[in-house]
């Protein structure tokens, strides 16, 4: 498959049917040759593989596995408080991992899918030295974010769930390597997505916003759109209303129950080999129960309304001021023991 789209996706065994329903929507609507490249944790369980394999190849694609051991992200900032795990930093290892004669690579989160076909993703012009192109994050010039990992307002912000890699750039410059040493010594709120903006953003291409259409401009109303979006007015716009690719971005996502933009993800999952398997509690309650385990399902929606409020609040202060947020987590859990708040619920 010499002329294939070179497609990755970095996951572990808890991600396993959210990306397999984006590969599922790739392969429906990309009627190119796709030759995936899935990095994985050592406990992706192999049968979880071989359903893969079997879908792909169903609709004449090809997948790769590349068993990553963990030791190769060891030392890595990991944030427990969001949704984010460890295998985030895997996309650092693509330039090693892929064949070195792949020049170009496209990476996707799992929590995605395509509703079109990704050939002019694809066909992006990258300079020799541009390492990726990338679409701002829906926050792009919020100065808070700058401030938070210290580059200038007038650099957009971008997010990491859809990156053209230019793996012969990367290589050269030992950049993988680059941005894993970042991670280890420094401890960024969004983790890799902090780093490559720190270090790479000024060099980064920018995509237009239907290659990376997140979910927070329509959960959104525009009243409440921030200044930096108005520059975008018109491409956004464009992009909600032919998304290339749909990103739910955040804690909560379309396989959790009650989620409110579900039904074109949902439609791929029945139609994908994981139509059978259940809705998840949503993230909200998953997050309270973690804390909280005397929980039960029956807790859920109580579960949902305490915990909504406190990780609004989390994720602002997460974002903006990391040492307060942490003040604040260890107040608020030391009350609640002190309280019982949670004894009775059983």
């Not at 929590?111 to 694809?122: A, K, Y």
């Not at 894993?180 to 060099?203: A, C, I, P, T």
């Not at 990780?311 to 608020?332: E, M, N």
């Amino acid at each position: 498959m010499d002329n294939a789209l070179h497609i990755a996706f970095c996951f572990d065994q808890g991600y396993v049917m959210p990306t397999g329903v984006a590969m599922y929507s790739i392969c429906v609507n990309t009627p190119e040759p796709v030759c995936f490249h899935a990095l994985v944790s050592q406990g992706v369980p192999e049968e979880a593989k071989q359903q893969m394999e079997r879908m792909v190849a169903s609709h004449g694609k090809k997948i790769v596995f590349h068993v990553v051991d963990n030791t190769s992200v060891k030392g890595v900032y990991s944030n427990a408080d969001t949704h984010i795990s460890n295998c985030t930093y895997y996309r650092f290892l693509l330039p090693y991992l892929l064949p070195s004669d792949v020049s170009k690579a496209i990476y996707l989160d799992g929590d995605l899918i395509t509703l079109g076909s990704l050939l002019p993703l694809w066909e992006t012009e990258l300079a020799p030295d541009e390492p990726a192109a990338i679409a701002c994050d829906f926050m792009s010039d919020d100065v808070i974010v700058h401030n938070r990992i210290g580059t200038p307002p007038s650099q957009p912000y971008f997010n990491g769930g859809v990156i053209v890699f230019n793996l012969d750039c990367w290589r050269k410059e030992g950049l993988g390597a680059i941005c894993l040493e970042e991670s280890r010594k420094q401890s960024y709120y969004l983790m890799d997505q902090d780093v490559v903006n720190v270090l790479l953003g000024h060099r980064i291409k920018r995509l237009h916003f239907k290659y990376n259409c997140q979910t927070e401009f329509f959960l959104n109303p525009e009243q409440y759109w921030t200044v930096s979006r108005e520059k975008y007015f018109d491409e956004i716009h464009e992009a909600m209303k032919k998304p290339v690719i749909m990103h739910f971005i955040g804690c909560r996502k379309p396989w959790h129950k009650g989620y409110p933009l579900a039904s074109e993800w949902l439609e791929y999952k029945a139609a994908s080999p994981w139509k059978d398997l259940p809705m998840q509690s949503s993230s909200y309650g998953m997050w309270l129960n973690v804390r909280f385990p005397a929980l039960q399902d029956s807790d859920h929606d109580l579960a949902e309304g305490i915990a909504a409020p406190m990780i609004a609040l989390a994720v602002r202060l997460g974002q903006s001021h990391p040492r307060v947020f942490r003040i604040f987590r260890k107040i608020v859990w030391s009350i609640a023991k002190k309280l019982h708040l949670f004894d009775n619920w059983r």
